[in-house]
């Protein structure tokens, strides 16, 4: 059975990241703009959540809607589907962002 090593790591691995979004932050902050992440499981009610919160904020804020999806191969349906039409319907830009 081979050796087990403790490897004592001085240097925080996602110090980079961290800083990244430190800078992001401040620059959304500046810019006076609320980001949300917003995470669930499929069938969690996250489109719901937001369908209901652009109806009812669409006349006090511009809003957009950017969505992100590790299995690419569904964004060509999602981006011409039911959901982004109702996200345009209330007003709000609707982006996806996909992986290559």
Do not use: C, Y
């Not at 691995?13 to 499929?42: K, V, W």
């Amino acid at each position: 059975m081979a050796e087990i090593r403790l490897i004592d790591i001085k240097e925080d691995i996602l110090s980079d990241n961290q800083a990244l979004a430190g800078q992001i932050r401040d620059t959304l902050r500046n810019h006076r703009i609320f980001l949300m992440n917003l995470m669930a499981s499929p069938g969690g009610g996250k489109t719901s959540l937001i369908l209901q919160t652009l109806r009812r904020l669409k006349d006090k804020f511009r809003m957009a809607v950017i969505e992100g999806d590790i299995d690419s191969r569904w964004m060509p349906k999602k981006s011409s589907g039911k959901t982004s039409r109702r996200f345009r319907s209330r007003r709000a830009v609707f982006v996806i962002l996909t992986r290559p």
